[in-house]
């Protein structure tokens, strides 16, 4: 019998070549990832809805065939469709909700063998940068149980640190992959838009400032599902021109000599710890040490264009989220269904016209061409993911009173009077604790998160690399040198 030494040894490329080679058994890599589950999901909170049953089921009947053959993965509980099993968003609202279909995404999983054990989870909707909500209650981190395991993907973060799989699907629309694999110490690397598609249900998300992919332990496995998602479906509303079937080939590939980029300073103002700092100073060292051109380089972007184009996606979509719980519950069920934070956000989001939205998109395009500028000089941009190490749980959410005020306010309809500026001013003091991120959800680039520092404490800390629109695999190339440099693979939570 496989112990759980020797499963935490394989990533999901080994296993899947093991399965293939007839080498491994499935049904072993099943069993170690569930008594793994049974040991310490209970003090995590990582994936909220079992799906063993089914994994079983499948092991059984089938050998898995394919380029993650019987890969033990999680589905993050939003987007994540798989027939018969929920997809809840984090939310009251959806806990119960089965899916008739599978998404673009699992379904091209599928056809490379992966078994989905569970879903991980998610705060309401994908909003925040840690996993906390009123349906499951908060997912804690490997590395310190008091603290977040980051957010959106803080269940699938935590799954993979603690070794019940080695793999897990996320979706980044501010940091959501980026910053729970900095919590976690994994790597976590967010696709440029487009090159996965979001189908079938949705052309894209917010508008196109989510991308969907994994995260994982090792680069390679990055890249090997970036090959199987990879490609546009039939919905997507954004021609990608990368290739489908390059990705892991292009990784091995060394990179040429790279101009980079690098800044420590807050984007949106406010402190950032000398930890975070002194990482990023540290990558660059080692970037200097492989041959790299490194120089300090802040990129010249507005601050408030980020908060208030972000914050305007929430008013857009979070509205339209909850318009769509109305439609189907009822205005006055829906109110109590949602968490007061968001049902806030939709009612102020109401008075948020077409036009605001439009308009808003400009910001956009203005973060686009300073980018681009910035990109005229330098292939990459270095910086702190996280302003500081992960937070205390907690922090990073609305307070019970905070929370009773928002309901007041929706209960007594005060929020017709209540400015969106104040919430752009709220907005703003939560995103400067997470203020590097946001930005390539914005401009649509592509961006990792590298787990190449740890604090004193013996807390992750992860250092964003950033590139240009169409540049996926060179960062790839990147993040696969840095790993041979400053391997992390045996690094992992006691």
Known sequence: MMTFEEYRSLDATAMATGVMAGEIDPVELLECAYRRYLQVNPQLNAIVTSMFTNAWRYTAKHQPRGKLAGVPMVLKDLL????????????????????????????????????????????????????????FGATR??????????????????AVAAGIVPI????????????????????????GRGVVPSGPEFAEVWDGAVSEHVLTRTVRDSALVLDVIAGNDPVSHVFSGNSKNGFLKKMAEPPRKLSIGFSSDSLLGGR???????????????????????????PPVDGDDIVCAYTDIYFAHVTADVQRIAAIYGERVAGQMVEPLSYLISRVGQRFSAGDFVNSRVRWVRLQQVMNQYHERYDIWLSPVLADVPYLLGELRASRF???????????GAHRLVPRDILYHTSADQLRKVPFTQLANLTGQPAMSVPLTWSKDGLPIGVQCVGRRGQDALLLQLAYQLEQANPWFDRVPV
Not at 143 to 153: F, I, K, L, M, N
């Open 80 to 135: 994540g469709h798989f027939p018969g099993v929920p997809t809840s968003g984090g939310s009251r609202a959806f806990q119960y909700v089965m899916q008739r279909t599978p998404s673009t995404l699992v379904d091209r999983l599928s056809q490379q063998g992966a078994v989905f054990i569970g879903k991980s989870n998610t705060p309401e909707f994908g909003l925040l940068a840690t996993t906390e909500n009123d349906a």
């Open 141 to 158: 981190n490997p590395w310190d149980t008091q603290r977040t395991a980051g957010g959106s993907s803080g269940g699938t973060a935590a």
């Open 168 to 191: 897990g699907t996320a979706g980044d629309g501010g940091g959501s992959i980026r910053i729970p694999a900095s919590c976690c110490g994994l790597f976590g690397f967010k696709p």
């Open 272 to 298: 950032v710890d000398s930890c975070c700092k002194d990482a990023v100073l540290q990558a660059a060292q080692l970037l200097e040490s492989l041959g790299h051109n490194v120089e300090e380089a802040r």
């Open 402 to 412: 905070e929370q009773q005020v928002a309901r007041w306010i929706c209960r007594t």
